[in-house]
């Protein structure tokens, strides 16, 4: 049996990141990131919203994240 030390974490180097970012950058362009943070929107309507933020990320984006974290 032999140990192997894991790299520290590193947020440059986390695919997820890079995908919340995206979320988070699609919410904020329609105006949508105000109103969950202010929660004007019934729970339904927050699922939607969410769902079609990820919607717009694309398997491409997946892809080229996946790339620049070394993962490929």
């Given amino acids: 049996m032999q140990c192997?030390?894991?790299?520290?974490?590193?947020?440059?180097?986390?695919?997820i990141e890079f995908a919340f970012s995206?979320?988070?950058?699609?919410l904020h362009c329609n105006g949508e990131?105000?109103?969950?943070a202010m929660m004007q929107l019934t729970e339904q309507e927050i699922y939607i919203t969410l769902l079609d933020a990820l919607y717009k990320i694309t398997p491409e984006d997946s892809y080229g994240w996946f790339m620049h974290c070394g993962y490929v």
């Fill in 33 to 36: 990131y105000a109103q969950l």
């Fill in 22 to 26: 995206a979320m988070k950058y699609h």
């Fill in 4 to 15: 192997e030390f894991l790299p520290l974490y590193s947020l440059d180097l986390n695919p």
